[in-house]
């Protein structure tokens, strides 16, 4: 071979072209992805290199494995795009409709990482994201820390199924905050008294159904009706762990009437303003002016009615494994999370010791 001359590549191969002029990366790695309406090949820029061998050895590595050097250039933002249409249009799967809330409130989440190219994102990319504070200077819930650390997984998981990324780092990135992060104060035996007396209250009955069904606040307001069967009398919903998602709760008979009125009065939601579901942060006011109006002055969120819920179980004498079941915690003693007929009324007979 002459010197300074390379070989010649095969045809469709790909080249290394020398660019003219000073440049810090003069080596530029072409590869032929198409053709135009002429049917001449069209190439595609790999990447620009120091030297003729860095770029041979790029272009030997993407022959191995060939891939869409466009979509090597996607934004976190257009990978999303694909992605969620992919899962919730084209996979023909049913998903709920808190599935589809829960991804989209997860993605406004991560603004910081809409205009960078998801194939350059590293664990750090992910972490910070998972790491920020919300608008209160406090740390995200584990609940959305979750939903969005769910999120990178399934987008990695897209991405390299079709060849976006080689690697994916969102398996490096983790929540960064403990299971049930929010501080509990349990409702006293007085402060119970008083919520059963002032029952016929607007949105007291609302408080007694999270205590005495142990749903986390957007468990519940995002349950679909078809999930609440007064038929069976149960509850079904989650939408945090493995253990947590789909486990079925039966309706306490102390609350059932309430489930009934509700769904009896606005067939569509349980907790409807105005005929449509109400946001946490909408309940968070009403359940908190409406302990003030009934006379309850100790400072009490609605994960609080999580707490008594345990707080009651546990005082009860309840065993540990149904308390798991019914919380929704992944629980060392459980080999199944499949309910048969005969669980569920253990369920239902350990709800009804409280």
């Known amino acids: 071979m002459p010197r300074g001359k390379p070989l010649k590549n095969p045809n469709g191969y790909g080249s290394v072209v020398k660019l003219s002029g000073?440049?810090?990366?003069?080596?530029?790695?072409?590869?032929?992805?198409?053709?135009?309406?002429?049917?001449?090949?069209?190439?595609?820029?790999?990447?620009?290199?120091?030297?003729?061998?860095?770029?041979?050895?790029?272009?030997?590595?993407?022959?191995?494995?060939?891939?869409?050097?466009?979509?090597?250039?996607?934004?976190?933002?257009?990978?999303?795009?694909?992605?969620?249409?992919?899962?919730?249009?084209?996979?023909?799967?049913?998903?709920?409709?808190?599935?589809?809330?829960?991804?989209?409130?997860?993605?406004?989440h991560c603004n910081t990482l809409y205009e960078l190219t998801y194939s350059k994102l590293r664990a750090d990319d992910f972490r910070a994201v998972l790491g920020q504070n919300n608008r209160k200077g406090r740390p995200l819930s584990h609940a959305l820390q979750e939903h969005i650390k769910n999120l990178f997984t399934q987008m990695d998981k897209y991405a390299l199924q079709n060849d976006i990324i080689e690697k994916g780092y969102a398996s490096f990135a983790s929540i960064t905050v403990p299971e049930d992060d929010t501080p509990g104060v349990p409702f006293t035996a007085d402060e119970l008294r008083i919520l059963w007396d002032h029952r016929s209250v607007p949105w007291a009955d609302?408080?007694?159904?999270?205590?005495?069904?142990?749903?986390?606040?957007?468990?519940?307001?995002?349950?679909?009706?078809?999930?609440?069967?007064l038929r069976e009398k149960t509850f079904k919903g989650g939408l945090k762990t493995a253990a947590s998602r789909n486990r079925i709760v039966p309706i306490h008979s102390k609350i059932y009437g309430f489930v009934e009125d509700r769904l009896?009065?606005?067939?569509?939601?349980?907790?409807?303003?105005?005929?449509?579901?109400?946001?946490?942060?909408?309940?968070?006011?009403?359940?908190?002016?409406?302990?003030?109006?009934?006379?309850?002055?100790?400072?009490?969120?609605p994960h609080d009615c999580r707490h008594t819920f345990a707080s009651l179980l546990d005082s009860a004498g309840v065993n540990q494994v149904c308390i798991d079941r019914l919380i929704g915690h992944a629980s060392g003693t459980l080999t199944t999370r499949t309910?048969?007929?005969?669980?569920?009324?253990?369920?239902?007979?350990?709800?009804?010791?409280?």
């Open 22 to 108: 000073k440049r810090r990366k003069p080596f530029e790695v072409r590869v032929n992805t198409r053709m135009d309406e002429r049917y001449y090949p069209v190439y595609d820029v790999l990447g620009r290199f120091s030297t003729r061998e860095e770029g041979l050895i790029a272009l030997a590595e993407y022959n191995r494995n060939p891939y869409s050097v466009t979509d090597r250039d996607m934004t976190f933002s257009q990978l999303y795009e694909k992605f969620y249409k992919n899962k919730y249009e084209y996979s023909g799967k049913t998903y709920s409709q808190s599935s589809m809330d829960c991804t989209r409130t997860a993605y406004k």
């Open 206 to 229: 609302s408080i007694l159904i999270y205590i005495y069904s142990g749903w986390r606040i957007s468990e519940l307001l995002l349950m679909p009706v078809e999930n609440i069967n």
């Open 264 to 301: 009896s009065a606005h067939p569509g939601t349980l907790f409807p303003m105005n005929g449509q579901p109400i946001t946490a942060g909408v309940y968070t006011k009403l359940f908190k002016k409406t302990l003030s109006d009934i006379g309850i002055t100790t400072y009490h969120t």
């Open 339 to 354: 309910y048969t007929h005969k669980s569920i009324e253990e369920l239902r007979s350990a709800i009804e010791m409280i």
